[in-house]
């Protein structure tokens, strides 16, 4: 089983990003979209490899087809209309299975949709290739120029993370970025972010098994309440491994914003 979280760079126009899931259909786990952001993250997933491989393909030109960089805005950093396509080991694959999709991906982007792919996985991580492309980085595949429309995307191969967000009660930024400063660590990526009225501690959780959103969530909690402001509320962006949930406490599910019905394996096993 492996799973593909595509990162389209559109989140306030639900047709459109319908329009865009729709394409990856047969492997269509999970659509989640942020107006601030203006991103929507497509969860991917299939024990069928080319069928998994061929979903992405047709997502993915369906957002090149129908998005364009020029004129996009949003508080998070994008390089692409597709802006992620990392693809993610789940029971039963490996890491190397993965890698061999990312690279075909990557390939056939640069052939069929005239799209630069910058790689990422056990060589380089992906806010690496986020500073670096078209600075001191070349294209891994494609043109060593921008797509007019589409940009570049960012290519990977990587285990299981969970993205999560917390929102502080207040619209101080440099708050929440001094916030997300602090809590950064080895397990833990963040950023602060302006999103509307309140601010928001964006995060990668890139071990979740080690640091999950429990653990997350109270150390911004804790950071927030020694500065005197507190957390308004948290959200999952996109699915989790079953696993990483067991993890809490069930009555701790809603005010982490977790679910059964949230998991991997949950929305696998409905397709």
Known sequence: MIECVVNVSEGRDHHLIGTIAAAGRPCLLDVHSDDHHNRSVITLGSADH??????????????TSLLSLPGHAGVHPRIGVVDVVPFVPLEGSTLEEAIELRDRFARWSADELGVPCFLYGPERDLPTVRRGAFVDLIPDTGPSDPHPTAGAMAVGARPVLV?????????????????????????????????????????????????????????????????????????????????????????????????????????????
């Open 50 to 63: 080319a069928l998994l491989l061929d979903s992405t393909r047709q997502l993915c030109s369906r957002a």
């Open 163 to 271: 993205a999560y967000n917390v929102w502080l009660d207040t619209s101080d930024l440099a708050l929440a970025r001094r916030i997300a400063r602090d809590a950064r660590g080895p397990s833990l990526r963040a950023l602060g972010f302006p999103t509307g009225e309140l601010v928001q501690v964006s995060c990668n959780l890139i071990d979740p098994m080690t640091l999950g959103p429990a653990t997350a969530y109270d150390t911004i909690s804790g950071l927030a309440a020694q500065a005197g402001a507190a957390v308004d509320r948290a959200e999952l962006v996109g699915l989790l491994p079953r696993a990483v949930l067991a993890q809490i406490p069930a009555d701790r599910w809603a005010q982490l914003d977790l679910d059964d019905s949230r998991t991997i394996e949950y929305r696998l096993a409905r397709l």
